[in-house]
Structures are given as structure tokens and as C-alpha cells.
């Protein structure tokens, strides 16, 4: 198997970092009480711990989002961006299947995607973060500036 292009690898790394960049920022912009108020609405976690969720979860989707987006950390960006998106997909799914009546899914903080567009959107997310995940080549990112390069030889040090 051919290794994907490096550039498709970028194109999911800069979108997928993007979505989580604007998703936190926005959810900054508002009062985290509304964020707890729409979490709250899939009836997966109390109110009182719903508040302090809210609180955090815009300052994880932006670091994760940038890092990610920066090729930075990417042992680590990756899998946090995946692990959100699978927690994403995962609240949404169960609220679809209980049957909950959720008019905004709460993404983009009044965005007011319907939890169906917005499990296709993470879906795709998903793909996307595959090709990152076996994307060994990880062009034009920080981790690959920031790698000892295999062509330079270590300083010889005399004793």
C-alpha cells in the first residue's frame, strides 16, 4: 500500500484543528452556563457536574485544536482529538437513539447544528483524523521541524 499523500494528511490536520480551534473559541465567547444547559439536555452527566465541564471543555477543544492544526505534540493532539470526537459521537448517538428532542447539539456553541448533521460532520472528523493518525510523514508540522534530523551527524566531543 502506497503511503497517502503528505498534503492529504495537512488538509485533515488543519481542518480537524480548525473545527476544534473555532468550536473552543466560541464556546468561550459565551456564559459556560449555557454550554452546561445544552450538555445537560442529553442527560448524561448532572447539572452539577455539567458547569465545570463546560468550563473546561472549550480550553481542551482549543489547545487539542491547535496543536493539532500546528503538528504539534502529535503523539498526543491525535488521540485527544480523536477521544473528543469519539466522546462527540458517542453523546450524540445516545441522544439519538433515546430519542431525545436536542435542537442544537451544542458544537460550535449556538451553532444550531441538529444532532444528525452533527454526528455526519464528526464522522468525517473521524476519517480525517485516520489519515493523520497514519500520516508518518507529518508535513509541515511542528514536530517535524522540531525532529533531530537523520542526515545531520551528533557533535563529536572529544574526551
Request: glycine share 6%; with cysteine.
Amino acid at each position: 500500500m502506497r503511503p497517502l499523500p503528505a498534503y492529504l494528511a495537512l488538509a485533515g490536520r488543519l481542518v480537524v484543528g480548525g473545527s476544534l480551534v473555532v468550536s473552543g473559541f466560541t464556546k468561550l465567547m459565551l456564559p459556560p452556563e449555557e454550554l452546561a444547559m445544552a450538555m445537560e439536555a442529553y442527560r448524561l452527566i448532572p447539572l452539577s457536574m455539567a458547569v465545570p465541564f463546560a468550563r473546561a471543555l472549550p480550553w481542551v477543544e482549543l489547545f487539542v485544536g491547535a496543536f493539532l492544526a500546528l503538528g504539534f505534540m502529535m503523539r498526543f493532539s491525535v488521540p485527544g482529538a480523536l477521544a473528543l470526537f469519539g466522546m462527540f459521537l458517542a453523546a450524540l448517538s445516545s441522544a439519538l437513539i433515546r430519542g431525545l428532542n436536542i435542537a442544537d447539539c451544542g458544537c460550535f456553541g449556538r451553532s444550531h447544528l441538529t444532532p444528525s448533521q452533527a454526528i455526519l460532520m464528526d464522522s468525517v472528523f473521524l476519517v480525517l483524523l485516520a489519515i493523520v493518525l497514519f500520516d508518518k510523514q507529518h508535513f509541515f508540522s511542528f514536530d517535524r521541524w522540531l525532529q533531530p534530523s537523520k542526515d545531520r551527524k551528533a557533535p563529536h566531543r572529544h574526551v
